[in-house]
Each structure stands twice: as C-alpha cells, then as structure tokens.
C-alpha cells in the first residue's frame, strides 16, 4: 500500500527553506519573468502593431482589431492549462517548464521578424494571431507549474510569503517590457520606433530565451512529486478526475467564480486598461503614460511580497475578497480622477459643453471589419468613428427613423451626411469636410486635441496609478498559495491551471476589449468599466460565503 505523504516526508520544508528550495524560488520566478516580458511586449505596444498590421480598416476598427490579437493570446490559455498541466501531473514539472519557454520565446523572436499587412496583406495579421496564440499555449501551461513547483517546496507555514515572489513576476515582466520599450524608443527615435525600432524588443526576447532555458536545466524536480512517482501514486488521467469528478469540480468552479475571475478583471483593469485609458481615452503621450506605470509599478509591487506574507498569518480568503470589494467600489472615482488630473480641460468641455448624437439606431453598425472588405458609410458610423477615434464622450438620443445623424456641442448642431450613394471621391471629400467641421466646433466648446503638458497633475496620476497596482497586489499576492493549497498533489498541476487561466485568460483578459468596444458603442468613456466592476461583485458574492479558507492545508497529499 503507498506510503500516505505528510509534511513529514518533507523534514527540510518544515521550518526552513533549504539551499535547493531557495534556488527553485528565484529560477521559477526569473523564468516566469521573462515570460510575461514575452507575453506583455504585445500589450504594451498594441497601437503601434495596429499601424503594421491592421491597416485595412479605420482606425477605431483596427485599435479594436489589434486588442483581440492581444486577446486571442488569452483566449487559449485555459487549453494550454489542460495541455500542460497534464503533462505536468504525469511527466513533472521540470519538464513541462522547459516546453513552455521554449514555445514562448520562439513564438515572440517570430513577431520581430513578421512581415507587415503593406507586404504580405491579410496573412500578416493571421500569423500575428498564431504566434499569440502559441504564447498563449505556453503561458497556460507556465503559471501553474510556477506556483505549483514553488509552493511544493515552501516551508509550511510561509507558502503565501514564498509563491508571492511568483506573483510579483507579472507585474515585474510588463515593468522590463514597459523599460525596453521606453529605452529602445529614446535610443532610436519615435518615427524610427514606430517605423522599425518596435521590432528590437522582440528580437532580443531570444537572449532572454537562452538565460531562462539554462536556469531550468539546472532545477531538480519537485520532491513532493517525485515522491508520488516513486510510490506509483500519479494521477492516469489528471483531467477526467479533476473535471469529471464533481467533488474536484465543484472546488475548481468555486475557484473560478469566487477567486480568479475577480482576480483577473483587477489585475488588467489595474495595469493594462489604466494604461489603454490614459492613453486613447484621455490623450497622454504614449512615453508619458508608460513612465507613469513604471513609477507605480515600481511603488506598489513590493506590496505582492506583504500581501502574500499577510496571508499566512490571517488568511488568503479575506484579503484577496477585500480587495475585489474595494475594486468594485472605487473604480469609477478612480478612473474619474485618472481623466481630471491627466486632462482637465477635457472634463471642463465635456461639462460646459456635452456632445449628443442624435441618430436612427438602426442606421448604426459595430464598427469592426478586419479584413477591410466593408466601407461603413452611415450618417450613424461615419460621426460614431470619428467620435470614437477623438476620444469624444457623447450621449445617444434617438433620432427618427431614417433620419441623418446630428452632433449636437453646445449650442451648437452639425449635420452628418449619408455615403452610401456617393462615389469614392466625394464621399472622401465629405468625410473630411465633416471631420474638420466637428473637429474646429470641438476645439471652439474647449476640447482639446491631446492632453496639455503643462495641465498634467504627474504626482496624483502616479497615486492613482499606483493605488489601482496595489489592489492588484491584494487580489494577486496570496491566490498562488491559495490555488495550490485548494487540490490534491496527484493532479495540483491541471486542477489550479484550468480556473485560473479562465479567470485570468477570459475574464481578464478580454477586459481591455470589452471595455474599449463598449466605450465605442455607448459613447461614454467610463462605460468600460462596469465589466470589471460587475465581476469585481459577483466573485465577493460567490467566495465570501461558499470558498474555504486554506492556508492550514497540507498540502503534501
């Protein structure tokens, strides 16, 4: 009969942390590291890649467009949880780790050299597409082994101390990315970044590659799993008996619904849609913006590390729900700050002087067509683009049927026009009278074309910037130990990766889209935010009263 595993089994894990344990924390979190720079570079420079490689359509579509490639990496996520984490579960977690970083630097050295839509048309963005989706692959299966392997080894007692070091290697992946980014872009120029130099950061991910591929050649397998091997105690089949055994089943959707989706949306709402919404929305140069974060990032992640320390001494449950509660509760203040303090003469305008459009509901479209074979060409989407290209908060009123679209500023009223009819050439001719009509009646109500540096408030957007990381921290800080702590040894690996991946992968990370595309369908600019906020709820809702707290577990059974 095997040998039942105790804490036991383990005497080095029981009070310290050994020379190898130690060892495992850092090359665990260095690699991971280097793959969420990996992972993130796409993120943070989403606007740029729109211009090389979705060209074909206006430029809301193709913004939109370039958020669903950054999406498309998430959206297979959970896939590479059951991949890898059953590989994981069967083979270790060693081997699986050097899978993932393997598949994950060669698909992003890949982006570096892809050709633009201008040279090879529509199979660019395709093949964009397909190396995020491998990055995808490789994160799904990263992340678990991550925590999983880190924990497996932690002291006792000081499991949410220890994997926090591995929750700080997200944010610490898109703070290098957000560096290189900044550093190439002040080395190069930014026409020559913009035109060439966006490669470099992907190009140089190989040299990051080679360093993460050594460190993980060099680790020892982790002696909880190596002990199930040795004893015949592996799992045959790690996802049927994790997913198609209720009892496993239900703790995996209670991880989904009442930790991980509420997860998610903070941590993107924190750090990519702050950085999306300072930038399109309210006008901040794009080298501005991203030393803002950087300085935030700087402030707020060594709050990872306290709050996973925190937790083994009151807790993961409460502290990642509290955080969750407060995101849902001040976000829509916060986000309002962001705009007051980054660009008040916008939100002077748009109290003076607000913007309705008045149209027939069913003359509009959702604007998106990535293979640019439709020309929208209503009254209703012509004014809907060039509002939603301006970053210009309106209110809808609904107009009679068939009638042409009106913009109303002010006192002011401008009459869109209807394209459908017209040939290329004038409809071209009409878009432009129409753009700078609106765009000389927006500047005369005081709308301005871009933040003004001299009005920005740098210090209190870094407080904001930098209270919205540490609600990240909370939520982030201590769900690794949670995760690990909540599943058996036998199939941790593929049990932790699912709910997390969904929670992160979906719910996250769809966020910056949904957001974006809500914003251009409603016309206010805080719209977006309701998602994250109604998840934000629904996960305190469901892990206050049905998720066990588990920072007493053993986990070494």
């Known amino acids: 009969m095997p040998q039942t595993i105790t804490s036991a089994t383990f005497p080095k894990a029981k009070n310290k942390l050994d020379t190898q ?16 720079y990996d992972f993130y570079l796409y993120g943070s420079m989403a606007a740029i890649l729109a211009q090389h490689f979705f060209t074909a359509v206006n430029p809301t579509a193709g913004f939109i467009f370039a958020l669903l490639a950054f999406a498309a990496g998430f959206a297979v996520r959970p896939f590479g949880a059951l991949l890898f984490g059953r590989i994981g579960d069967r083979v270790g977690r060693k081997y699986t780790f050097l899978i993932t970083i393997l598949l994950m ?17 529509i199979a660019a963005p395709i093949m964009l597409i397909v190396l995020r989706l491998l990055q995808g692959l ?78 993980r050649m060099n680790l020892k397998e982790s002696p909880a799993f190596q002990h199930i091997k040795e004893e015949g105690t592996l799992s045959t089949s790690p996802i049927t008996e994790s997913f198609g055994r209720w009892a496993n089943l239900r703790i ?7 930790l991980t989706a509420g997860q998610g949306v903070v941590w993107y709402t924190g750090q990519f849609y702050a950085l999306f919404f300072i930038t399109q929305m309210l006008g901040l140069h794009a080298t501005l913006a991203q030393t803002l974060m950087v300085i935030s990032l700087l402030l707020a992640t060594p709050l990872f590390i306290f709050f996973g320390w925190l937790s083994d001494q009151i807790g993961r449950k409460p502290i990642i729900l509290t955080g969750c509660l407060l995101a849902a509760l001040t976000y829509y ?9 980054a660009n008040p003469a916008l939100v002077q305008a748009q109290r003076n002087a607000p913007v309705t459009v008045i149209t027939d509901p069913a003359s509009c479209s959702f604007q998106f067509n990535p293979v640019g074979s ?40 401008i009459d869109g026009f209807e394209g459908g009819h017209l040939s290329r050439a004038d409809f071209a001719r009409h878009s432009q009278e129409l753009r700078n009509e609106l765009t000389q009646t927006m500047r005369q ?6 933040a003004d540096p001299e009005q920005i408030n740098k210090v209190m957007l870094v407080v904001l910037l930098t209270y919205l990381v540490g609600l990240v921290t909370a939520v982030y800080g201590p769900i690794a130990a949670m995760l690990v702590e909540m599943f058996p040894i036998r199939i941790r690996y593929t049990s932790m990766s699912l709910p997390y991946h969904i929670g992160n992968g979906w719910f996250g990370g769809f966020l910056p889209t949904l957001s974006f595309a809500m914003i251009a369908v409603t016309g206010n600019i805080y719209d977006g935010l309701w998602y994250p906020i109604l998840i934000c709820l629904v996960t305190v809702a469901i892990g206050a009263p049905f998720v066990r707290e588990t920072r007493h577990n053993d986990i070494n059974r």
């Open 105 to 121: 630097g060669l698909s992003t050295f890949l982006v570096g050299v892809l050709p633009s839509y201008e040279a090879i048309g």
């Open 138 to 215: 490789a994160m799904g299966g990263e992340y678990g082994g991550a925590a999983t392997y880190v924990a497996e080894y932690a002291p006792q007692h000081r499991r949410g101390f220890y994997t926090s070091w591995i929750q700080t290697t997200a944010s610490v992946g898109l703070l290098l990315s957000l560096l290189v980014i900044m550093g190439i872009r002040s080395l190069v120029g930014e026409e020559a970044f913009v035109v060439w130099g966006w490669r470099i950061p992907f190009l140089i991910s190989v040299l990051l590659l080679a360093i993460s591929v050594w460190i």
């Open 252 to 258: 995996a959707l209670l991880a989904l619904f009442g």
């Open 374 to 413: 439709h020309t929208f060409t209503s009254s209703c989407d012509i004014v809907k683009s060039y509002m939603a290209s301006h970053a210009v908060s309106y209110n809808n009123v609904k107009g009679s049927p068939g009638q042409v679209a009106q913009v109303r500023i002010g006192d002011h009223v």
């Open 333 to 341: 203040p916060v986000f309002q700050g962001l705009a007051y303090f």
């Open 445 to 450: 109500y005081g709308y301005p074309d871009g």
């Open 21 to 36: 344990g130690r060892k495992v924390i850092f090359a665990s979190a260095l690699g991971t590291m280097f793959e969420w």
